[in-house]
């Protein structure tokens, strides 16, 4: 479940209390291996050091969790790679809805916006109503109207198109007219997400995803609902996952992580590790992203592979797409 070499980011920061860490993910499923040639490898390894980049910058500069782990998702949301905002899919009318989270470990405030077509970068949307608005999550047209009036940038439709995604959604329906079964993992875990702690030990979450590829439309996943795929709290960990998303929620993922921790004292790596597993047997797909109070890093996935890297005070990126070792950019 872990890549080869994997296990080295699982301790504590090498700093201490004083050190701070950043992980991410662009999705778990990934291309097949037979479909990743060298030139494209290298454009998703660019893409995560970029993200990797944007929120180390943030980090390294003393600044907020917070802060790192939304630029670190503006960055793949613009990336038209990533199944976010720029690269989102399309549902199964050929409409694009996207959904986003954020929270804030250190008095768990949370937003969540839902169902969105238009923010160029449905996070900044998220983080508006955690921060702009008495709420939780808002959807649709009033999710829409709140990010107009937050002064968020729209994007035109043009912008969030691309052929790619396009030509995936007509192949997923020719596959189900044909009957059968879609077994591709790449068309239903784009997801992008980070997590972060800061230098003074606080962290948080963020997530952002264009859903599942022939959607029905308004379906809504894991990444947007506190809990199941986005979820963060100081005295415990930060979590995003990418994956199945009606089985994270059923089975509340990145709450469950920080609740074992919490409860049963499991370290962040083992009780990361045991819940992705579990998830496995009854078709629950994916994998996440995690990061402890401690500075401890966790990226289990159950899948294919998933694209992910990680940032730590010995200011060296790495970046993995499927089990091998991390590589340094």
Excluded at 121 to 134: D, H, I, Q, T, W
Excluded at 243 to 257: K, L, Q, S
Excluded at 287 to 297: E, F, K, P, R, T
Aim: proline share 3%; with cysteine.
């Amino acid at each position: 479940m872990f890549g080869v070499g994997e296990e080295k980011v699982l301790g504590k920061s090498d700093r201490g209390d004083n050190g701070f860490a950043l992980a991410i993910h662009g999705g778990a499923g990934t291309l097949r291996r037979g479909e990743m040639n060298a030139e494209r490898e290298a454009l998703y390894r660019a893409g995560l050091a970029r993200a990797l980049a944007a929120g180390h910058e943030v980090l390294a500069d003393g600044g907020a969790a917070l802060d790192a782990a939304t630029r670190a998702v503006c960055a793949l949301e613009d990336d038209p790679l990533f199944n976010a905002g720029r690269g989102a899919v399309f549902t199964r009318d050929g409409t694009q809805e996207m959904d986003a989270a954020v929270m804030d470990g250190r008095d768990r405030r949370a937003g969540a916006v839902a169902g969105i077509f238009g923010p160029r970068n449905p996070v900044l949307g998220a983080r508006a109503v955690m921060e702009c608005s008495p709420h939780v999550m808002l959807i649709g047209e009033g999710a829409l109207r709140f990010c107009r009036e937050a002064g968020l940038t729209f994007a035109e439709p043009d912008y969030f198109f691309t052929e790619a995604r396009w030509r995936a959604l007509r192949e997923t329906i020719a596959q189900e007219a044909a009957g059968n079964a879609d077994a591709d993992e790449a068309r239903r875990h784009g997801t992008v997400g980070a997590v972060a702690r800061d230098r003074g030990g606080n962290l948080a979450a963020a997530t952002s995803t264009g859903g599942m590829t022939g959607k029905l439309p308004g379906r809504v996943g894991d990444s947007p609902i506190i809990g199941a795929g986005t979820f963060a709290d100081n005295a415990t960990c930060a979590v995003s996952a990418t994956g199945h998303g009606e089985f994270f929620i059923r089975y509340a993922v990145a709450h469950e992580i920080a609740a074992r921790v919490a409860h049963t004292k499991q370290a962040l790596a083992e009780a990361a590790a045991a819940v992705v597993a579990e998830l496995a047997p009854i078709g629950g797909s994916g994998g996440l992203v995690a990061v402890g109070h401690d500075g401890s890093l966790a990226l289990p996935f159950n899948c294919a592979g998933m694209y992910r890297g990680y940032v730590r005070e010995d200011h060296i990126r790495y970046t993995a797409i499927y089990d091998e070792g991390f590589t340094a950019s």
